[in-house]
């Protein structure tokens, strides 16, 4: 998914309770170093929502807020994902976000005793290794980023470069010389144009798109639809356009979620639920 899914959602937050929080109990910060020495025996287990989850409260809780200025570049999947999972935790504590982490532990692993110190501190919890950061290169190996299968074609190169900077005159250009090219994919995301300026946040694109009949309901290689994208993003406008041009609310990504499954805004998700 976050590309300008990250990009879209770096807001500023209003003063939270992170700030000039009280010290974290020891107990907890145990019960919570415990929780991320179980989580690897449990990777293969679980699927990438919840292992995000697990990133986003790990970071809130180790390093607090992420600073919504300094997020990944658009073109930067992976590190977007994680980001705005991150991102996500702004309004919590750090010691609330110990806590829910070791709550979704408990979830996942019924035999563990999150009220058991398991691990002994040693002082300085803030420099312990990063459990997260042996996670990080497994988490997404079944997903988006992997090497070109198929290069892309100069003209696909021009489409996609028009496509990012709105540039319609050139890709009506290109469209009419190759109509097929309407549905090409780019080389690494197998993202459509449609995909991708759904993403971006390009409306002048998709509306352009969906007039020259783009399908809706094309999937990149996490079988995600331009309707996905635009629920992730919080883009109610772009997600009506697709509605109305017959995008599929049930449409299922590889993590089996619908749209409105993978949106946050109430008010969205209401409108994408099939």
């Given at each position: 998914m976050i590309i300008a899914w990250a990009v879209s959602s770096f807001q500023d937050h209003p003063k939270n309770e992170n700030q000039e929080e009280e010290p974290i109990d020891t107990l907890l910060e145990a019960k919570f170093d415990a929780a991320t020495t179980r989580l690897p025996g449990f990777l293969t287990k679980i699927d990438q929502k919840t292992i995000l989850k697990f990133y986003g409260l790990y970071k809130q809780a180790v390093e607090g807020p992420a600073d919504s200025k300094k997020g990944p570049y658009w073109f930067e999947t992976v590190a977007r994902k994680k980001f705005n999972s991150w991102l996500a935790n702004s309004q919590m504590s750090r010691s609330r976000a110990m806590e829910a982490y070791c709550e979704l532990m408990a979830q996942l692993d019924t035999s563990w005793d999150p009220d058991a110190e398991t691990v002994k501190k040693s002082g300085l919890w803030e420099k312990m290794p990063s459990t997260m950061g042996v996670i990080e290169p497994e988490m997404f190996d079944d997903a988006v980023v992997h090497p070109p299968t198929k290069l892309e074609t100069e003209t696909e190169k021009?489409?996609?470069?028009?496509?990012?900077?709105?540039?319609?005159?050139?890709?009506?250009?290109?469209?009419?010389?190759?109509?097929?090219?309407?549905?090409?994919?780019?080389?690494?995301?197998?993202?459509?144009?449609?995909?991708?300026?759904?993403?971006?946040?390009?409306?002048?694109?998709?509306?352009?798109?969906?007039?020259?009949?783009?399908?809706?309901?094309?999937?990149?290689?996490?079988?995600?639809?331009?309707?996905?994208?635009?629920?992730?993003?919080?883009?109610?406008?772009?997600?009506?356009?697709?509605?109305?041009?017959?995008?599929?609310?049930?449409?299922?990504?590889?993590?089996?979620?619908?749209?409105?499954?993978?949106?946050?805004?109430?008010?969205?998700?209401?409108?994408?639920?099939?």
């Open positions: 021009k489409w996609f470069a028009a496509m990012r900077v709105s540039d319609i005159d050139t890709m009506r250009t290109l469209l009419r010389n190759e109509p097929e090219i309407i549905e090409a994919k780019d080389q690494y995301l197998a993202m459509t144009a449609l995909l991708w300026a759904t993403d971006l946040g390009c409306d002048p694109v998709v509306q352009f798109l969906i007039e020259n009949n783009v399908d809706v309901n094309a999937v990149d290689g996490c079988l995600q639809t331009a309707l996905h994208f635009a629920a992730q993003c919080h883009r109610p406008l772009l997600a009506e356009l697709l509605l109305q041009a017959g995008a599929d609310r049930s449409a299922l990504d590889a993590d089996g979620l619908t749209p409105s499954e993978c949106c946050d805004d109430e008010d969205l998700r209401k409108k994408l639920t099939p």
